[in-house]
């Protein structure tokens, strides 16, 4: 119960502060540390798998003329406390409005 | 000069730990006493850390970050070796360069705390693996595998790819 209570947090924490500064249009924070479970750096952490691993979908018009270098940055800044209070790795897909538009065509 | 020399010799010691901690622990305190570069505690001074890297004395953690990313034209900083990599994030991004027969060049961040700490620092980073083709920092697996999609990879490792067939 402890560990769900946790997890919905730094979540949420996630979104709150890509939200505020990313203005996206489009936000998806999905906690995937279950899959990293076995991870060796994961499991030499205190309390083992939690909260590290987390895929997020972005899209957002402050994208626009950014490099996925770039967009990436934006992203690791903004969530830096996180990284340094242990959330371990992010999946991240950074896309402006145009380029999510192209990708929902059949 | 008396740096690397010490160094040498200090290297030459460590393979023997038992000759440093009998007869010849005199000898080696005239060497530090006569090098000015030297601190006190030789134990504590980068050059003298145990290292994996195999590298030339005296290169600092940077210096053979720097050396890497530009004398390997792929240089991939990654949790495991390409053979057995130790995260799915590391064995993705080492799947996807595979593809383009190009030679692969890697470091086991999971090794060398201090090297991991020196990666980070220098592409200013924060998580694994991290990428560099031809001296530029790329990114990380998921930035590899949109280049890989969108074609720009393949672009980017064409004059690699060119130069080992």
New interface residues.
């Given amino acids: 119960m402890a560990s769900r209570m946790a997890a919905i947090s730094r979540a949420s924490r996630i979104k709150t502060k890509l939200e505020t500064a990313l203005q996206a249009a489009v936000l998806e924070v999905e906690d995937v540390s279950h ?2 479970a076995g ?3 994961v499991r030499e952490m205190e309390g083992g798998a939690q909260e590290t691993h987390f895929n997020v979908r972005i899209v957002s018009a402050k994208f626009h003329g950014q490099n ?2 770039k967009r ?2 934006m992203v ?1 800044e903004l969530l ?1 406390d996180e ?1 340094n209070s242990g959330l ?6 950074a896309k402006t409005p145009s380029e999510a538009a192209v990708d929902t065509q059949p | 000069m008396a740096r690397s020399l010490a160094n040498i010799i200090y290297k030459g010691a460590a393979a023997f730990p038992a000759a440093r901690s009998t007869a010849s622990g005199s000898f080696y305190q005239g060497i530090f006493r006569f090098s000015t570069s030297v601190p006190n505690d030789p134990d504590t001074h980068e050059d003298f850390r145990p290292t994996t890297k195999g590298g030339s004395s005296g290169l600092s953690l940077k210096d053979i970050v720097e050396q890497d990313v530009k004398e390997n034209p792929v240089m991939i900083y990654m ?1 495991g070796v390409p053979e057995l990599p ?4 590391s064995a993705l991004a080492v799947r996807v360069l595979k593809e383009y027969n190009v030679p692969l060049s890697a470091r086991n961040i ?1 090794e060398d705390l201090e090297l991991k700490t020196a990666v980070k620092g220098f592409s ?4 694994f693996p991290q990428i560099f083709i031809k001296g530029e ?7 590899i595998v ?2 890989h999609q969108s074609g720009e990879l393949k672009e980017k490792l064409k004059d690699v790819a060119g130069k080992q067939q």
């Fill in positions: 899959q990293h991870h060796a750096a996925l270098v990436h940055r690791y830096s990284l371990h790795a992010l999946s991240i897909t | 949790k130790r995260c799915g994030f999971l200013h980073w924060p998580t920092f790329v990114g990380g697996s998921d930035i949109s280049m």
